[in-house]
């Protein structure tokens, strides 16, 4: 059976209820893990986790948040990530919309693309 984009919605949103705590109605597709939700990066943890067993998928590692890219000094100078690490980005993050991001590039921003539309959208991938 096939699920619909309101199916995992609605799965995405049970799941970031109960990691993080907070309320359904706050769950929004717009809604930034960590500066709306209150994410913290040990939450992101429990959220793959969460999710792997909620939709019966495997994430890799750095997958669904691929924060090692920034730690990497090919793909980041002076907190700004490079045109390599945004193609890195673009590459490994197909999820996500990184049109906002690409404008500063700020590495310090970069919590900013995980939405609970960008997760909805990585988990539609997964499923098909």
């Given at each position: 059976m096939t699920m619909t984009k309101d199916d995992v919605f609605g799965k995405?949103?049970?799941?970031?209820?109960?990691?993080?705590?907070?309320?359904?109605?706050?769950?929004?597709?717009?809604?930034?893990?960590?500066?709306?939700?209150?994410?913290?990066?040990?939450?992101?943890?429990?959220?793959?986790?969460?999710?792997?067993?909620?939709?019966?998928?495997?994430?890799?590692?750095?997958?669904?948040?691929?924060?090692?890219?920034?730690?990497?000094?090919?793909?980041?100078?002076?907190g700004k990530v490079t045109d390599l690490g945004m193609a890195e980005l673009r590459k490994r993050l197909p999820h996500a919309d990184l049109d906002q991001f690409d404008t500063t590039r700020n590495v310090d921003d970069f919590s900013d693309i995980f939405t609970v539309e960008t997760i909805v959208k990585f988990v539609q991938g997964k499923l098909q």
């Open positions: 995405v949103q049970e799941v970031l209820v109960d990691a993080l705590g907070v309320d359904d109605d706050e769950v929004t597709g717009s809604a930034k893990l960590i500066a709306d939700l209150g994410a913290e990066s040990i939450d992101f943890l429990d959220i793959v986790f969460r999710l792997e067993k909620a939709f019966n998928i495997k994430i890799g590692q750095n997958e669904l948040f691929p924060d090692n890219v920034l730690s990497d000094s090919t793909y980041v100078v002076d």
